[in-house]
């Protein structure tokens, strides 16, 4: 393989797997409150059409981030209020959510359909980001080492500190974490905001940073891999960074063989690969499920309801 | 002061009727502020939508045609649902009804006889059956999430579908178009109103409500249903079997959905195109929810989303609303739903300050006294003192 | 001497109940209280508004002589009481450290808190390995985790809500000799119980709740236990009858070499268990919760089969290879712990409630179709013949008391005639009504010549009820023991893991 390949290759696997990693950690978190959110796909896209709004309107690629952000936190926001004030079906609702994000966002981004923005592009240097080794490195999107930063940040969260004892202790047993005196429904509203957040951003990536343009349904169904990506980690935050890198391989492979010209496999075939991927990894991992430290939290879809 | 949700002792029936009314009067009335907010004629959208259609006859031909899928593969998917299995991959097994049925009638377009259409259909069934044993089998076997994987065989599925569309089915006489042959006569489905656009996959549909419902309720496999839905260890201890169930629920879904598919490749489309998913299989859990998962419901919510499909397109014409106008009608719809749907479980209280220490102690009353005791919160909630106190107070 | 705590005038209502009505005590520095009262007396909602989880309608606390009003349980915890759940409030998935640091307001940092738990183990000569998963631990060891939690805090007053219905005799004589050490350096405590024998040991003082009122105030050393119990219950105790006369005939239930993986994630498997249940006979099986007893009735009642080996039958006929509704055809019926979503579904009717496990013996499925007549038949007849108190088969099983559904679902299963009638917790959160009622079926059951296995923690309703009484632990099962002349010593060391010979320090240290 010649040094240019293996480069274009590595920083294909980056961009692919950039959003699901993004996507996957805020959903780890949002799960690990307890709460099963299966609007990722549905945030995703609001992240997506508001972020290409934005950045098309005021130049400002970076400014169309913060803002895909806190679309999907809005989004999130509908969710929170159904499921943890109104107590509503937490399946049904993601699944609402999901529907309503891929209407709304069609209805929205209806006027910018087949034109192109600014692209949220390297940070570094000329010298470095367009090297044609050293950009391996140094060439991406901000958004590929926010996610790497992403998942640094979530670990130590998770494992090290106060805030995150807490978060896990509401997923874990909402009544004992309620008797003891923490803010259930708050503790599970900030994880669902900030799972939305990050859902936003990773489908920005894809109108700011992968194409950039916005077409109806461009992720593509992206959010519900990001979901299982978390089922495959078995809520371990290294996990996910592992399983979003191989999802991005198998992707790239689609990719690559296409632009190969490579047509043993029927191009379709090519472009079920990452579905049915999910499907092997998922039945993969969850026949081998057996340790506690592995398994969901036992709140997960639960209700809650403090009786006072 | 304040408003808060007070448990209902027993649901409440009439909120179980009137919450999906509710959520469609919801709907209409946000819709048209929204869509306001949005620079489109909010109320025009409205009345396009919901109210035009159903002013002219010919519309109503539409409504029903497309009430009758819609209506199919959500009494299958509420089956699931009742037991808590979330099939939502009823667009793929759609697809896949679809295309079975197609595959008998490109063998058979040269064949006649009454045998044919009937063969399409079950072979429609089978198809979908077939791409929902999959998640039911990767579930019972293996303890996949059947939700993470139903959805993602709906993408496989469309990718099936453009595979045979651009290869192996596309006509070769159809200058190219990624398509197959017309289908025959013989392949059609008959009119059950001469002269009209009402095939009889509209009776078919009203016919399996009306039988689903009567199953549900009367037979003992409804009851197995139903007890795995709302309590699974319950319908362990009453010698059901988890994934028995699983199966049950994934093939009648996945089969109603195939069903659906192959009416509307022999219906309406009468061929196979690209373009055959139309969101059915996602629309359909939309109806599923708003029919209250119970088959006549179900009947009634499938003319009411099948509106918005309808008028979706004739306000696209008349006032110029996007297509993707019709989508957010829908998941507006199951927003509502699902809000107003805790009307059937809690009630809505004025919380009133907590009264004045000096208070008369007279004012507490017998512990007994409560015949009637509406607000109490039911055990699951977590608190067992609610539980000990309705013992003393009962005895 | 000022008071420690000083309740005046406690009311707290719910819809159509009062919880507590006008209750007033109070509780002096160093001293060790009881708070008596039946399942439902209010003890609880009284210790929660203490502790601050709930709020009083009326009525006034006093702290140390200060009036305070307690609003959360952080509050309460900074005035100095600790609390420790009769369900803990404990994280199965996380370890021991981590639970302690969320029971606290403001933990320092691990080294310090380990540092600082280690003490306190110490002190009080506590064993706890503060590293371990809580899913890996018993219930005696689960408790002292709550109780280092609230030591922790240095708290002036302790309360313990039924601590010690999960534990064994000699757990709870270590237990007592920790608190009465505490009493000793000034620290209140507040006992909650409705064990009597118990509260004769440990307390200089009780107070009886009855209905949320307070009956009666005593110093628990003076009064016999049958008073303090007829205060407790508000009339006088119903002996059960017809038990003498059992007579016990040929084996109905023999087990042999029953073998079964626990229940996932944190069950315990079951390892070669044996014995036999005659006509006529109650068999009890004693032991701490998580033992093998939920694992051990369903693979009985048939519903976990997977990985099972070894031998069920039921008058010599084997049923290990039938499923839940053959085995119930072959005359099994069961009870299982929980009656709420296990051996009921609570927003079902009775009639449909009376579908579930009695379809087949009962005739009330034909053809596939449910006959709703004869349900609704059927369940009005266990109603009728159980005393239920429900407005009749229509009623939601959830609309029911505990008590009154318990009553249902074991009329369902006894008015079925079952060869074998297979229980667990027949009486767990029944008010002593309804379990006079109860126990009194079962015996006129077994006098009908039906074998009766009941597994309960409550080792008091096992040896009035039973013939012969083994105990489970860890998943293994003792060998059965006579009722008359039992050693209490004997199956409370059995309780704790000391099999026979293995009498030495492993199993002191679990005894510990």
Redesign the interface.
Same mark, same amino acid.
């Given at each position: 393989m010649t040094v240019p390949l293996a480069v274009a290759i590595v920083m294909s696997i980056a961009a692919a797997a950039t959003p699901l990693l993004i996507a996957a950690l805020g959903e780890l978190v949002v799960e690990k409150s307890g709460v099963l959110n @299966?609007g990722v796909e549905g945030m995703m896209l609001i992240g997506a059409v508001t972020g290409f709004a934005v950045s098309y309107t005021t130049g400002v690629p970076a400014l169309g981030a913060v803002a895909a952000m806190a679309a999907g936190a809005l989004a999130a926001l #509908?969710f929170g209020? @159904?499921t943890l004030t109104?107590? =509503?079906?937490q399946?049904?609702?993601g699944?609402? %959510?999901t #529907?309503?994000g891929?209407?709304?966002s069609?209805? @929205?981004g &209806?006027p910018y359909v087949g034109i192109t923005t600014a692209v949220l592009g390297p940070i570094f240097p000329a010298a470095l980001a367009d090297h044609p080794v050293l950009k391996v490195v140094f060439g991406y999107s901000p958004l590929v080492y926010v996610g790497l930063a992403l998942t640094v940040a979530v670990w130590w969260f998770l494992k090290h500190s106060?805030a995150g004892?807490?978060l896990?202790?509401v997923g $874990? /047993?909402d $009544?004992? *974490?309620h *008797?003891?005196?923490?803010p259930v429904l708050k503790v599970r509203y900030l994880a669902v905001l900030f799972g939305g957040a990050m859902a936003g951003l990773a489908g920005c990536y894809y109108s700011l940073v992968l194409t950039p343009m916005w077409a $109806?349904r461009l992720t593509?169904?992206r959010g519900? #891999?990001a #979901?299982?990506l978390v089922?495959f980690a078995s809520w371990r935050p290294g996990w996910v960074l592992i399983g979003a890198y191989l999802f991005g391989a198998v992707m790239t492979l689609e990719l690559q063989s296409k632009a190969a010209g490579f047509s043993f496999f029927?191009p379709? %075939?090519l =472009?079920?690969l990452p579905? @049915?991927a999910?499907?092997v990894v998922? =039945?993969i991992i /969850?026949?081998g499920?057996?340790s506690?430290?592995t398994?969901a939290p &036992?709140c997960l879809g639960r209700p809650f309801?403090a009786?006072? | 002061m304040g408003w808060k949700l007070e448990p209902r002792r027993e649901e409440s029936r009439a909120m179980m009727l009137a919450a999906p009314v509710i959520a469609v009067v919801a709907t209409l009335i946000a819709g048209a502020i929204v869509f306001t907010l949005l620079g489109e004629n909010g109320p025009g959208a409205v009345y396009q939508i919901f109210v035009a259609p159903l002013l002219s006859l010919n519309r109503w031909q539409d409504l029903l045609v497309k009430a009758a899928p819609l209506a199919i593969i959500a009494v299958g998917l509420s089956v699931g649902f009742r037991a808590n299995i979330w099939n939502i991959g009823a667009e793929g097994q759609y697809i896949l009804g679809g295309l079975a049925g197609t595959g008998v009638a490109l063998q058979t377009l040269d064949l006649e006889g009454g045998w044919i259409l009937p063969l399409m259909i079950l072979a429609g069934v089978l198809g979908g059956m077939a791409w929902a044993a999959v998640p039911a089998f990767l579930k019972t076997r293996l303890n996949v999430n059947e939700i993470l994987s139903s959805l993602m065989l709906n993408y496989v599925a469309i990718q099936l579908l453009y595979y045979l569309m651009r290869g192996p089915w596309k006509d070769p006489e159809g200058f190219n178009f990624p398509q197959t042959a017309m289908f025959s006569a013989d392949q059609t489905l008959p009119m059950a109103v001469p002269g009209t656009l009402i095939h009889i996959g509209v009776p078919i549909a009203a016919a399996l409500g009306l039988t689903a419902w009567f199953l549900m309720v009367r037979s003992i496999t409804g009851f197995q249903i139903r007890v795995i839905g709302l309590a699974p260890d319950a319908a362990r201890y009453g010698g059901f079997r988890q994934a028995s169930t699983m199966w049950l629920a994934m093939l009648v879904g996945g089969g109603m959905a195939g069903l659906a598919g192959v009416l509307e490749a022999a219906g309406p489309f009468g061929q196979m195109v690209p373009q055959f998913p139309t969101g059915y299989g996602y629309t359909a859990i939309i109806v599923a929810f708003l029919g209250r998962l119970n088959p006549l419901g179900i009947l009634l919510a499938a003319l009411v989303l099948a509106l918005t499909y309808v008028g979706g397109e004739s306000a696209q014409t008349v006032i110029g609303l996007p297509a993707a106008a019709t989508g957010v009608f829908q998941a507006m719809m199951l927003f509502f739903l699902l809000a107003t749907d805790m009307l059937v479980r809690y009630r809505l209280t004025r919380t009133t300050p907590a009264p004045a220490r000096t208070a008369p102690a007279a004012a507490a009353g017998e512990p007994s006294a409560g015949s009637g005791r509406p607000g109490e919160p039911p055990p699951p909630a977590g608190d067992r003192i609610q539980r000990e106190r309705t013992e003393a107070a009962a005895l | 001497m000022t008071p420690r705590l000083q309740l005046s005038g406690i009311t707290k209502r719910f819809p159509g109940v009062v919880a507590n009505d006008a209750v007033s005590f109070s509780v002096a520095p160093g001293e060790i209280h009881a708070l008596l009262g039946e399942n439902g007396a209010g003890k609880s909602t009284l210790v929660k508004i203490i502790y601050g989880v709930q709020r009083a309608d009326e009525g006034g606390l006093a702290f140390d002589g200060r009036p305070v009003e307690i609003h959360s349980p952080k509050e309460a915890r900074a005035l100095g009481i600790g609390m420790v759940f009769q369900h803990f409030s404990l994280f199965e998935a996380m370890t021991v450290l981590e639970n302690i640091a969320l029971g606290m307001d403001d933990p320092p940092p691990r080294r310090e808190l380990e540092g600082r738990v280690r003490e306190v183990l110490n002190t009080y000569d506590l064993a706890l390995d503060p590293h371990r998963d809580v899913h890996t631990l018993s219930v005696g060891e689960r408790q002292r985790i709550e109780i280092v939690r609230a030591l922790l805090q240095k708290p002036k007053l302790l309360i313990m809500d039924e601590p010690t219905s999960v534990l064994t005799p000699q757990e709870v004589e270590k237990l007592f000799e920790t608190l009465r050490r505490l009493a000793s350096e000034g620290c209140s405590i507040l006992y909650i119980s409705h064990k009597l024998h118990e509260i004769k040991a440990l307390c200089e003082t009780a107070t009886i709740l009855r209905g949320g009122k307070v009956v009666a105030t005593c110093d628990p050393r003076e009064e016999s236990t049958r008073a303090m119990a007829e205060l407790m219950i508000g009339g006088s105790l119903k002996d059960l009858t017809g038990k003498d006369a059992a007579l016990t005939g040929a084996a109905r239930l023999t087990v042999a070499g029953l073998s079964a993986p626990g229940e996932p994630p944190f069950g315990t498997a079951l390892k070669d268990i044996s014995f036999n249940v005659r006509a006529g006979e109650c068999f009890g099986i004693a032991g701490v919760a998580g033992n093998g007893q939920n694992e051990l009735l369903s693979v009985i009642s048939g519903e976990r089969r997977d990985g099972v080996s070894g031998t069920i039958a039921i008058d010599g006929k084997p049923i290990t290879g039938l499923s839940v509704t053959g085995r119930r055809a072959a005359g099994l019926a069961s009870v299982p712990e929980e009656r709420n979503g296990h051996a009921a579904v609570p927003a079902m009717s009775l009639a449909e409630n009376a579908i579930l496990s009695a379809r087949s013996r009962m005739g009330l499925v034909g053809g596939g179709i449910i006959r709703s007549g004869a349900a609704r038949r059927y369940a009005a007849k266990v109603i009728e013949a159980f005393s239920v108190k429900a407005t009749g088969p229509g009623a939601a099983a959830k609309s029911l008391s505990g008590g009154n559904l318990q009553k249902f679902v074991m009329g369902r299963e006894i008015m079925q005639d079952p060869s074998v009638l297979v229980v667990s917790q027949p009486t767990w959160g029944v008010d002593a009504g309804a379990a006079a009622f109860i126990r009194q079926a079962m015996i006129d059951l077994a006098a009908r010549g039906a074998a009766i296995l009941v597994v309960s923690q409550d080792l008091d309703e096992l040896l009035e009820m039973c013939d012969r009484i083994a105990v489970i632990n860890t998943g293994r099962l003792s060998e059965p023991m006579d009722v008359k002349g039992i050693s209490i010593e004997r199956v409370g060391l059995l309780m704790g893991g000391v099999h026979g010979a293995h009498a030495g320090g492993d199993a002191a240290e679990k005894a510990a």
């Open positions: @299966l #509908i209020v @159904l109104l107590m =509503a079906n399946v049904a609702t699944l609402a %959510l #529907i309503f891929t209407g709304i069609a209805l @929205l &209806a106060r004892l807490i896990r202790a $874990e /047993s $009544e004992a *974490a *008797a003891i005196g923490y $109806e593509a169904g519900w #891999i #979901i299982a089922v029927a379709e %075939l =472009a079920s579905y @049915l999910t499907i998922l =039945a /969850s026949a499920r057996k506690a430290k398994a &036992a309801r009786s006072t | - | -």
